[in-house]
């Protein structure tokens, strides 16, 4: 049986690639240094895979950044802003693709970044490409025909991955003019054969082409277009086999148009798309192979050898086994590195668990018992189904407590006191706010020292109390320096967290979380997304402690700062024996609980955090109502529980609104903050239209990049956000937390934000009178 891993995590064992880019971009080590991380990293992901006996193992899945932005430079879609990087002498490639992820500001130079944003339902983001009209393209980065010919010097025959045209070209925004993405297709095709010329010639043998639109809703264009692409590809390259890699959903309608391309493999998401197997193996011709893709990428729990030989048994007796691989279901990029590294999980807990590495251990078990008639009676059989059997009956999911208490949720549980127009005057009243309310989203700077303070209090260097003394004062001169310079929502800068979602799952029942499970997110920046393994419950207050302590510090209002049950979830690996609904209204009680004790302790004003309700909804837009019915629901429960004085704050960032914004405003916040600048206010569109009633605060600037917004900069966002949103509904705020930024860029930027309040407060007067 074959098998193939459609991409491998790149980050390295212990984030060593995460900590060798810091250190390139902080001129502390060179570009070589840098390089060698790089190359180590690719050669032991190689041999992992061949040491398990994957057949084929992948090539250009590393990058350095993000694949995306790669192809970007492959192809040569460079905007022109970096043009004078280009002719720079002292700046190598590798400087001008950081410049494209990271913006350039030195040396005379203030270019800024490519937007990023979330790669389908998962929490990784990637360089969004940004296309021009009638835009030529070049062959600029050699990096995936160089990588193929590395593993072929190691004597390893790798298969190249690359993005399709069509889901390149879909994945990227078009920017100056409007116009039709597609009309770039006849200048882009030239570079992907030549990239295709060199790989085969270099002797590749297959090409990965990952076209994961193909599971998305398709226009009768785009479909023709991918039909043209593999044709086209197809009768130049006879004898190149094509493994057309699909994942993340079903392909629905799509099926006759990807099982009739000319390509040798297809390979589906057999993870997401269980049901669709039939429908598939019905209509694809004799010749195709199918890549079954049956280890999930997507999620930590161990595969059921049971379900998954069903499946691949049926393919097999439908097919023969020559037709069939056996493979991941997307690429393992969302999967942490090793479970072996993980000594502190409960052992009960940590049979049911595999992360990358055992994953690819996986699939080939699960290729070679699929072939073994023997199968029930191997080591390897056994041994799962043993796992599973003490999962099923395990003490530790199931609560009955929890259970019945979601059972008996009502309506009313569900629904604030009064309506937005009644709450909003007695909110008004009693928190006494100016005109354009100042704020932040919630985190400060969690600067190299806070963070070391943790480790060392993790590794028993530091006791409970001498952390606890130092995130106190940290806490403190933050909310003294918040008073300085005239914030008037205050917050206490969730220095005690690790991460917003980690630092929640350590806290409540039914969650576990691990020592090194990190997962890429963006650029250098990593996840340990905690695991959600039984019924959610909270067994004690998990903020109230320094909310408090913030609070008993001003007389001014600081925020309590929770996140929301939609994010908790989707930033978890979430169990999958109960649907997702059901756990997120477990979630979404824990976190009422806590919006009561909060509202108990006189914290009047407390955002509950959704930035990820938007990433959470299906691909498919059948769907989106029943997801988007329980995710609102959810996030209702949570907050409802308080009084109508009491002000519910929620935040969202890297979201687009058009299509859901009925079910932002059926959330009822009575204050919204959004990341806006960098979509210069143009998202607030969709709240202009639906007349969205209730506060919002649309982010002012860009907290990503370490560039300081001048006071001009920010007073013509807001001057635009008065044209969609009347100015008694607008907050002023960043776009998201600062935790990103160092203190040093976060203190000019704040009090330049705070001063543009004042002026519109005394503009506004003036135009009163
Ligand atoms: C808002 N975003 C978030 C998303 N998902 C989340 N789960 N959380 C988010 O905040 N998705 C969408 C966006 C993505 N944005 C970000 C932004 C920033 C980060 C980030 O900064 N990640 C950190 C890791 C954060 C963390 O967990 N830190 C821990 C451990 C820190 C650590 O590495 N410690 C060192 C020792 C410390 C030292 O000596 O310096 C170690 O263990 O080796 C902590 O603070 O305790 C990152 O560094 O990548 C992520 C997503
Ligand atoms: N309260 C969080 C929200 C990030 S989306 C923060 O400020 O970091
Ligand atoms: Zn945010």
């Known amino acids: 049986m074959q098998t193939q891993v459609l991409g491998y995590p790149r980050i390295g064992s212990q984030r060593e690639l995460k900590k060798a880019n810091e250190q390139y971009w902080a001129g502390k080590i060179k570009k070589e240094e840098l390089e060698l991380v790089a190359e180590t990293i690719r050669y032991q992901n190689w041999q992992i895979q061949k040491n398990e006996g ?3 193992i992948p090539s250009n899945d590393f990058s350095f950044y993000d694949q995306v932005l790669d192809w970007s430079l492959t192809l040569g879609a460079i905007p022109k802003r970096y043009q004078p990087l280009r002719t720079n002498e002292g700046l190598s490639l590798l400087d001008l693709y950081f410049a494209m992820a990271r913006g350039y500001q030195k040396d005379g130079y203030d270019i800024t970044a490519m937007e990023m944003t ?15 009209k009638g835009q030529t393209f070049e062959l600029t980065s050699l990096k995936v025909v160089e990588e193929y010919k590395e593993a072929k010097k190691l004597g390893i025959k790798t298969k190249p991955v690359i993005l399709g045209l069509v889901s390149y070209l879909l994945l990227g925004k ?24 060199q790989l085969t010639s270099e002797g590749a043998e297959y090409i990965q082409i990952d076209e994961p639109f193909l599971v998305l809703d398709l226009t009768v264009e785009q479909k023709q277009t991918i039909e043209f ?3 086209h590809i197809q009768s130049l390259f006879p004898n190149l086999k094509i493994i057309l890699a699909t994942y993340f959903g079903e392909l ?29 193996l019905d209509e694809a011709p004799s010749y195709l192979k199918l890549s079954l893709g049956i280890v999930d990428g997507r999620n930590i729990w161990k595969n059921d050898y049971q379900k998954s030989l069903a499946l691949i048994d049926q393919a097999i007796a439908t097919r023969g086994k020559e037709k069939i691989w056996i493979s991941t279901s997307c690429s393992l990029l969302h999967s942490p590195f090793d479970l072996d590294g993980e000594t502190k999980l409960s052992d009960e807990i940590k049979q049911w668990l595999a992360f990358a590495k055992q994953k690819i251990s996986e699939v080939s078990e699960l290729a070679k018992l699929s072939v073994n008639v023997d199968r029930e009676n191997t080591v390897s059989y056994q041994a799962n189904i043993k796992a599973h059997n003490n999962k099923r009956v395990s003490k530790l999911i199931h609560n009955e407590a929890v259970k019945q208490r979601v059972n008996k949720i009502t309506e009313a549980d569900a629904n604030r006191l009064a309506p937005f127009a009644v709450r909003q005057p007695l909110q008004h009243a009693a928190l006494e706010l100016p005109l354009f309310p100042t704020t932040t989203i919630g985190s400060f700077p969690q600067t190299t020292e806070v963070r070391q303070w943790r480790a060392k209090f993790k590794k028993g260097e530091l006791t409970a109390q001498e952390y606890e003394d130092l995130l106190k004062e940290e806490t403190a001169r933050a909310i003294k320096w918040q008073e300085e310079i005239g914030l008037d929502v205050l917050v206490h800068g969730e220095f005690e ?17 691990t ?48 996140t929301g049950p939609v994010t908790i979830l989707q930033w978890s690996f979430v169990r999958n024996d109960i649907p997702r609904s059901e756990t997120c209204t477990q979630i979404a009680l824990a976190i009422r609980d806590e919006v009561l004790d909060l509202e108990k302790e006189n914290i009047q004003v407390i955002q509950i955090d959704e930035p990820a309700i938007r990433e959470g909804l299906p691909l498919r837009k059948v769907e989106w109502d029943s997801y988007l019915d329980w995710a609102v629901r959810a996030f209702r429960i949570s907050a409802s529980g308080v009084k109508n004085e009491t002000q519910i704050h929620t935040h969202m960032c890297y979201s687009e609104f058009n299509d859901i914004i009925e079910h932002i405003a059926a959330m009822d916040a009575d204050v919204i903050t959004i990341e806006c600048s960098r979509s210069q206010m143009e998202l607030l569109d969709a709240f202009a239209e639906f007349k969205y009633p209730n506060e919002i605060g649309p982010g002012v600037y860009d907290i990503h990049s370490p560039r300081v917004p001048t006071e001009e900069e920010m007073l013509h966002l807001i001057k635009k956000a008065e044209y969609y949103i009347p100015n008694k509904q607008l907050w002023i705020n960043p776009d998201c937390g600062l935790k990103t ?18 002026e519109l407060r005394k503009e506004s007067l003036i135009e009163v009178v």
Request: charged content about 20%.
């Open 54 to 56: 994957i057949s084929l």
């Open 118 to 132: 979330k790669w389908f339902d998962t929490n990784y983001h990637y360089i969004v490409p940004e296309f021009y």
């Open 174 to 197: 078009v920017k100056e003019d409007s116009f039709n993405v597609l009309s770039l297709v006849d200048n882009l095709l030239p570079i992907y054969i030549e990239v295709i010329k």
């Open 229 to 231: 692409f593999y044709k």
């Open 252 to 280: 629905g309608d799509n099926t006759s148009l990807a099982v009739g391309l000319p390509i040798e493999v297809l390979h589906i998401d057999l993870v997401r798309g269980e049901n669709a197997l039939e429908k598939i």
């Open 497 to 513: 967290r690790n991460d917003m979602v980690e630092y929640f799952g350590e806290q409540l029942e039914g969650f576990t979380f």
């Open 515 to 562: 020592q090194n499970g990190w997962v890429q997110s963006y650029g250098s920046r990593c996840v340990k997304p905690p695991v959600i393994y039984g019924d959610v419950y909270r067994s004690q207050p998990l903020t109230v402690f320094w909310s408090s302590y913030a609070q008993s510090l001003t007389d001014k209002q600081v925020k309590g700062m929770l």
């Open 741 to 758: 930024r160092h203190w040093e860029e976060t203190e000019k930027a704040l009090i330049a934000m705070v001063n543009i309040a004042k």
